[in-house]
């Protein structure tokens, strides 16, 4: 069954209105409705087009956490070959909200990084809504370790609304963990590729992203705060949460202005939930062409050039 976010409100009534009259046009003697069918999907993929394109940060935000959105597994499955997943942290235990593997992207063997969020209510549980906790973060900086020792480019699809705040994250150290897996990624002398594929949230997110190159789908957001967490700080209470969207800056045109990012992918009509097929394969390519622009590069100069890409943001005035 389609989801239709708040917003949608329009489109879901009209494919309601066409999914009545298919149903009357199975039924025995039923009139020839086809054309009034037509009708109806035309209006429907204007009103679309018209909805998305005018997209404001908090409906944004709604479509980054669409629940039919494609994943970090539903990337890797279509993506990538023969991909071998690594767990544990060697310290603690195993942590499902990241996933962490060997494969090959485009032919191209990488290590694979990836908050994965779960599709349906027992897999949430299972990966802790894409939360990480500490061991989750000890494990990607295990997984990184082992791709710079080969010579294996870093991929990592990052989809969280931040780190897991429980007491026994933090009693584990989670500050610490985030602290040493974005080092670990600034350290790293080996091609290194983020993408935002959904909802980058915090420094559980950045813990994934301190890239070569960061990339970003159209209606994804990424943020130092959830926009009601924002609000609740702000204005005590999470309905402002539109407002502190906005403030925030999280949508990705934003970022790419600012010099957060560095690309955006645009997304299929609709959203990348309309098209899932499409836009795996356009993150595919993209990712893949980021690779080779990046391995001509020594790891030392890749290290330099990672660094100064940070230090540089906020420094052009924009902000």
Not at 111 to 123: R, V
Request: glycine share 8%.
């Amino acid at each position: 069954m389609q989801t239709y976010l708040e917003f949608e409100k329009p489109i879901a009534e009209l494919e309601g209105k066409i999914h009545e009259l298919r149903s009357v046009g199975q039924t025995e003697g039923a009139v020839d409705i086809f054309d009034e069918i037509q009708k109806l999907e035309v209006k429907v993929a204007e009103q679309v087009e018209r909805l998305y394109k005018n997209l404001d940060a908090w409906q944004k935000t709604q479509v980054a956490r669409h629940p039919a959105r494609p994943h970090c597994m539903d990337y890797i499955e279509t993506l990538v070959d023969d991909f071998t997943p690594l767990a544990g942290d060697r310290l603690y235990s195993e942590d499902y909200a990241v996933i962490a593997g060997l494969g090959r992207w485009q032919g191209q063997s990488v290590a694979i990084l990836g908050h994965e969020k779960g599709s349906n209510t027992q897999d949430r549980l299972k990966h802790n809504f894409g939360m990480a906790r500490p061991e989750g973060y000890r494990k990607a900086i295990r997984i990184m370790d082992m791709a710079e020792r080969f010579n294996l480019p870093v991929v990592t699809l990052v989809d969280t609304a931040g780190a897991y705040p429980g007491i026994g994250a933090e009693e584990r150290g989670q500050s610490e963990a985030i602290a040493r897996c974005t080092d670990k990624c600034l350290q790293l002398g080996v091609p290194f590729v983020s993408v935002i594929i959904g909802e980058g949230g915090s420094g559980g997110a950045l813990a994934l992203a301190t890239a070569s190159r960061i990339l970003m789908l159209e209606h994804s957001i990424y943020t130092v705060a959830s926009p009601e967490a924002c609000a609740s700080i702000l204005w005590r209470s999470s309905e402002h949460a539109n407002t502190a969207a906005t403030a925030l800056k999280v949508t990705a045109q934003d970022l790419e202005q600012l010099g957060v990012i560095d690309r955006i992918l645009t997304e299929p009509v609709g959203g990348a939930h309309r098209d899932r097929a499409q836009m795996m394969s356009d993150v595919g390519l993209a990712v893949a062409g980021e690779l080779a622009k990046l391995a001509s590069l020594s790891p030392q100069e890749l290290r330099d050039n990672r660094r100064q890409k940070f230090l540089d943001m906020g420094r052009s005035g924009i902000v």
